[in-house]
């Protein structure tokens, strides 16, 4: 039985009176959940071949299409006849560059910059294959917790001023503690520790009177967070 969400995909968007939302196909790391269908049915063939595939959708490079070609998508399924992985080449519109020779028609119609839908049938005009690809998106970095434990919002300081900072939330084992006064690096280290870690602070490089000194630690994944309290100088 063929794909469900692929048929559901295919009917919906099909029947909505869509056409492409976007310019053109957007290039990227696309997850394709594939169906291919053999017509005529045979004894000797599989009718109906189905599964899923990492594909790249990228700009044509010369070489790889004809020039009448803007995009290619590596990795595509091939057939249910010779299964293995092809390129197709597509034009401008998202249509298949039937003189490349792996599609006899059909298309890449994208929907939103994350989706597009497939369809299309190969030169021989026996295998019509339905695709839905969803783009590899990676998470967004999270948000580290950073906290100033010493000294104190509205704390009164002098002389060489010892900021303790830690982290929670952290991934891997490389971590960078950067200290800044008024937005100006004044210290830095990188550790394994999620702290304490202890940067110092001469408060003479500064005037007297109220700083702002913000911690940042950024881990091995590149997930960041900030910290900032508020200090009174005075030497």
């Not at 099909?14 to 017509?39: C, N, R």
């Not at 989706?115 to 783009?135: I, K, Q, S």
């Not at 998106?137 to 001023?161: E, H, Y």
Request: net charge negative; aromatic share 8%; hydrophobic share 35%.
């Amino acid at each position: 039985m063929i794909n469900r969400s692929i048929l559901v995909l295919a009917i919906v968007l099909t029947f909505s009176g869509l056409a492409w939302a976007q310019p053109g196909p957007e290039v990227g790391t696309y997850d394709m959940e594939w169906s291919i269908l053999h017509v005529p049915f045979s004894s000797d063939m599989p009718d109906l071949q189905t599964g899923t595939v990492t594909i790249q959708l990228e700009r044509v490079m010369p070489g790889d299409c004809p020039p009448s070609s803007s995009f290619i998508v590596r990795n595509a399924p091939a057939s249910t006849v010779g299964g293995g992985t092809t390129t197709w080449c597509i034009k401008p519109d998202g249509a298949f560059d039937t003189s490349a020779g792996t599609m006899g028609g059909g298309g890449l119609f994208q929907y939103t910059a994350d989706l597009f839908y497939v369809d299309g049938g190969n030169t021989r005009g026996n295998d019509t294959t339905l695709a839905v690809g969803r783009r590899q998106v990676p998470p967004p970095p999270s948000t580290l917790k950073v906290f100033i434990t010493q000294p104190r919002n509205n704390d009164t300081v002098s002389g060489t001023a010892w900021v303790v900072i830690w982290v929670e939330g952290t991934s891997g084992s490389s971590n960078v503690f950067t200290l800044s006064a008024d937005g100006k690096q004044v210290g830095t280290q990188t550790t394994s520790s999620r702290g304490p870690v202890t940067l110092p602070w001469d408060t003479r490089s500064v005037i007297n009177g109220t700083h702002t000194l913000t911690a940042t630690v950024r881990d091995a994944q590149g997930n960041t967070g900030t910290a900032s309290i508020t200090v009174i100088v005075r030497n």
